[in-house]
């Protein structure tokens, strides 16, 4: 009786390990949202738009003021220019932003390219919107195999999704592996939708860079972020979609009938977070830099074999040698008897390569991770 489009995927692994984290009450580092108070003045502005009457539907596409400032962090810090009047859309977190640019772009039987390991909702975005996903897998330093990407395309492929800094690996694609799969796009007439939430997340001097800035990319990619990480407000359900005319206009057509607008108030307090200076990213940047050195000390510590990530807030740890149980087992052991809550690695690929994985996240206050790295302790392998 259900819809064949619902069978192809299952409920988010990593909103249940959530729930099991309640449940046991482990320390979640599951799911990567902070624990820690989200800044003080937004938190104030989104009040007082409340009490000030933004309460009714903002235009659909997004509040004018709010895509102003998009536009203008977009030409500052993406080097990319897009009309905030046809070319911007204010979405429900990034979520939608992806989930509305699938379906505006794809016929079913189109064929997406997914690099592995990948964000866990691109499976579920790529099913719903009836796309075949064609994985390709990076090395085990996350470097990207040229053949193996190349062979990936064909007549049937529509689409790239992109992720830097990535989610689960850590990894901050290189500006000439960029160009590499720009020229591959060009050369194929493929859109890249690149998911880059966690641009200001970067770590040891590494520089955010968009795909839609390079030569020939402008027109051909809808560069995807939000609020969400970069301003600790994950559950305000804010990001955007930025592409060219006929791209947004299409993605608008999604959004206004999937949800019609993002919450007015809210956007209208992330015109003040656009407004920060320089020094608030700076500042989240270095704070999130010495989280990634607790956990990943706490980690190797505890027998995990890990990389140190370039950027955004995970840990994708290989389980310690000894361990006699695959990852769903492992993180069912760990958020039960060991009171840590992690995501088992099977979630972000499709090879078996993420059984013998776990991903922790890193975005919580450090006597949290402290707690953690002193329940990782009795974890005796
Ligand atoms: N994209 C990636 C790569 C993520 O890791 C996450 C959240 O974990 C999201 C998107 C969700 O973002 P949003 O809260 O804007 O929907």
């Not at 997914?114 to 064609?134: H, K, L």
């Not at 990207?144 to 689960?168: Q, V």
């Not at 804010?238 to 108030?265: C, M, Q, W």
Request: proline share 4%.
């Amino acid at each position: 009786m259900l819809s064949r489009r619902v069978e192809l995927f299952v409920e988010s692994v990593i909103r249940d390990m959530t729930r099991l984290s309640l449940k046991y009450d482990a320390i979640n580092l599951a799911q990567g949202f902070p624990d820690f108070p989200a800044p003080e003045e937004l938190k104030r502005t989104a009040a007082s738009a409340i009490m000030e009457d933004y309460n009714q539907y903002s235009i659909t596409w997004g509040a004018k003021d709010l895509r102003a400032e998009i536009s203008q962090k977009a030409r500052k810090y993406n080097h990319i220019e897009y009309d905030p009047e046809s070319e911007i859309t204010v979405t429900c977190g990034s979520t939608e932003a992806m989930m509305a640019s699938m379906l505006a772009l794809i016929n079913e039987g189109d064929e997406v390219v997914v690099f592995e390991p990948f964000y866990e909702n691109y499976g579920p975005d790529a099913a719903v919107s009836g796309a075949v996903p064609r994985f390709v897998p990076l090395d085990d330093d996350y470097g990207i195999d040229e053949d193996a990407l190349a062979s990936a395309f064909n007549k049937k492929t529509r689409a790239l999704i992109l992720n830097t800094p990535n989610n689960p690996s850590g990894k901050v694609f290189t500006k000439g592996e960029l160009k590499l799969i720009a020229d591959l796009c060009i050369d194929n007439d493929v859109i890249v939708v690149t998911d880059e939430i966690y641009e200001h997340i970067l770590y040891d001097d590494r520089k955010h860079i968009s795909i839609a800035s390079l030569d020939g990319m402008g027109d051909r990619t809808i560069t995807i972020s939000g609020f969400s990480k970069t301003y600790s407000v994950t559950g305000w359900r804010i990001g955007y979609a930025l592409a060219e005319k006929n791209l947004t206009s299409a993605v608008r057509k999604v959004h206004d009938f999937l949800t019609v607008g993002a919450p007015a108030p809210l956007q209208h307090a992330c015109v003040a977070a656009l407004r920060f200076p320089d020094s608030y990213y700076e500042e989240l940047a270095r704070m999130y830099d010495g989280k990634r050195k607790l956990l990943y000390n706490a980690l190797t510590k505890a027998g995990f074999g890990c990389q140190m990530p370039e950027g955004a807030y995970y840990i994708l740890a290989d389980i310690p040698e000894g361990v006699d149980m695959d990852d769903m087992d492992f993180a069912r052991y760990m958020v039960s008897k060991v009171g840590v809550a992690a995501v088992p690695g099977s979630s972000f690929y499709r090879s078996k390569k993420g059984r013998h994985k776990l991903r922790f996240t890193f975005s919580k206050k450090d006597e949290t991770l402290m707690e953690a790295a002193r329940r990782l302790e009795r974890l005796n392998v």
